[in-house]
């Protein structure tokens, strides 16, 4: 599904981290585990294509992602990719569902509040539809961001330090909750981080 061929980025001419060959599979989950400055985010944020390597290639099943430019690219990345960083982003003017709603908007598809609030429930958080961002705690924030992820039913859903503020308890929900969710799309799911408390929850671990 993921193919990644001699993949390397620089920074003000310091090399951030250099992949020659990492192949991912449909339906696989992924920790990219590595201590802070190891590059993680960055990597993430280039498979999203929000932002262009330095060199290399990537194949997203049979598309070169990083030829895609443009309005082309930001088409293909609503359609197939749900990204939940490590700062919500939320719209803060807008209500939690419209938050969600405004995905299909941007990925010209046909708006879905079914599903919205479909979403919303499994995370436990529908009673939260109608508030704005700013009147929901840190926990409620990164679930309605992980609802928003998967408003499209996304192949491939990235995740940027999910954890780090979270406890324990929390820590270990959210990851069995990105396994879950992944596991019901057949979608491929790649989280990224240094919190080594959830490494023994994945048996693919890319050590960056």
Do not use: C
Request: no cysteine; glycine share 4%.
């Amino acid at each position: 599904m993921l193919k990644i061929r001699n993949l390397s980025h620089f920074y003000q001419e310091k090399q951030v981290f250099s992949i020659s060959n990492w192949e991912i599979h449909k339906g696989e989950n992924w920790l990219i585990l590595g201590k802070s400055g190891s590059g993680k985010s960055t990597l993430l944020h280039i498979l999203a294509g929000l932002l262009s390597p330095t060199q290399g290639q990537i194949f997203f099943q049979d598309t070169e992602f990083t030829q895609l430019k443009g309005e082309k690219l930001d088409l293909f990345r609503a359609q197939n990719i749900g990204f939940v960083f490590q700062k919500s982003h939320l719209v803060q003017t807008l209500s939690v569902l419209d938050n969600l709603l405004l995905v299909p908007f941007l990925a010209k598809e046909k708006s879905n509040k079914e599903k919205a609030e479909n979403l919303l429930s499994k995370l436990n958080v529908l009673h939260k539809k109608k508030d704005l961002p700013k009147n929901l705690s840190q926990g409620e924030q990164q679930r309605i961001s992980i609802a928003r992820a998967l408003m499209l039913s996304p192949k491939l859903i990235l995740a940027d330090e999910p954890t780090a503020s979270l406890d324990d308890e929390n820590a270990q929900e959210v990851i069995a909750l990105f396994k879950q969710v992944s596991q019901e799309l057949n979608a491929t799911l790649l989280i990224a981080t240094h919190d080594q408390r959830i490494k023994n929850q994945f048996s693919n671990i890319f050590q960056m």
